[in-house]
């Protein structure tokens, strides 16, 4: 839920190149504004010195005016897992879920972060569920030692990290809160980065299952079949085995620079190649044009660097955070 009573916050995505910023502004019933924004590359490898200060530069470069962040957390060690489960009392479920995540990371309890997505219309520990009904939702566990080091970063960059979310669920936010008003079948919302891609299928009924892939070749657009071999595979699953509707369609989005989007022939070439591995109506999903964009810097820096900008999509969803 977003609340635009609570403190100001930024949105920081670390992603597999470039780190991205984005604040925004607006209410319940207006459109929403985009205030700030920008990106730069950095190392992820890199020490976690070394990444603050690209970070702090990029915060001074974009003028963010807030030290308030909700920021993605980057783990090679992040699980994000469904879970479907009897209606149970929360500190039930809580255990449950902290069994699993032991299990999937073979660590011990007090190693590990867990946090947990419900699914839209469902209440964690509600105790009037019927007999019989199940409780849905995403599973996202990680190394202690890893948000650590994601902690250790914003503080060092001078910020103050209220959240750390998890890339995929950023952007299936994003897109749901975009997308409010509009009454969709169930959907699939592929968010690329040079090096991996978010696959999230958002039914109809609420529900979010996102999985992440990697890339075998140095970009997706030279590995089209691979990603559309995955994309299906995430499609069957929320379907045979989460029993959700068919997907109906996939949105593409996020960083096209890396995949070619510079030559005029990226859109057909890249589009034509996924329309055919999918079979299925495909198209290109930019958040940014359904968001105003009054301040002139950030008016500027969008309108002059399209496919740069693309790469904003988590930070933006980020930025919706609120609690």
């Given at each position: 839920m977003i609340s635009w009573s609570t403190s100001d916050v930024a949105g920081v995505n670390f992603g597999d190149s470039h780190i991205t910023v984005a604040r925004m502004r607006g209410n319940k019933s207006g459109p929403l504004e985009v205030t700030h924004a920008g990106w730069g590359d950095y190392d992820p490898s890199a020490p976690e010195k070394e990444i603050a200060t690209a970070l702090r530069a990029l915060w001074r470069k974009a003028r963010l005016p807030t030290t308030a962040v909700v920021a993605s957390l980057r783990s090679s060690a992040l699980v994000v897992r469904y879970f479907k489960y009897p209606s149970m009392p929360e500190a039930e479920l809580w255990s449950a879920l902290q069994l699993q995540a032991e299990e999937c990371l073979q660590l011990s309890r007090d190693e590990l972060v867990v946090d947990c997505h419900i699914n839209k219309g469902q209440v964690l520990g509600n105790e009037k569920r019927l007999a019989g009904e199940m409780i849905e939702g995403v599973l996202a566990a990680a190394p202690t030692k890893d948000v650590d080091r994601a902690l250790s970063v914003l503080h060092m960059a001078g910020l103050d990290p209220i959240i750390l979310d998890v890339r995929a669920m950023a952007v299936a936010n994003l897109y749901a809160v975009l997308t409010a008003k509009r009454e969709e079948p169930t959907i699939c919302v592929v968010n690329l980065s040079p090096?991996?891609?978010?696959?999230?299928?958002?039914?109809?009924?609420?529900?979010?299952?996102?999985?992440?892939?990697?890339?075998?070749?140095?970009?997706?657009?030279?590995?089209?079949?691979?990603?559309?071999?995955?994309?299906?595979?995430?499609?069957?699953?929320?379907?045979?085995?989460?029993?959700?509707?068919?997907?109906?369609?996939?949105?593409?989005?996020?960083?096209?620079?890396?995949?070619g989007a510079a030559s005029p022939s990226f859109n057909s070439e890249f589009m034509a190649k996924i329309q055919t591995g999918m079979k299925l109506p495909v198209e290109v999903w930019d958040p940014l044009k359904h968001l105003v964009l009054k301040a002139k810097r950030v008016k500027e820096l969008i309108e002059s660097h399209p496919a740069d900008a693309a790469r904003l999509a988590p930070s933006l969803g980020l930025a919706l955070r609120r609690g």
């Open positions: 090096h991996s891609a978010d696959v999230i299928v958002l039914s109809k009924s609420g529900g979010m299952y996102p999985h992440t892939v990697f890339c075998r070749a140095s970009t997706w657009a030279e590995s089209p079949e691979f990603l559309c071999e995955n994309i299906r595979d995430v499609m069957k699953y929320s379907e045979f085995k989460l029993d959700w509707d068919p997907v109906h369609r996939v949105y593409l989005t996020g960083d096209m620079s890396t995949q």
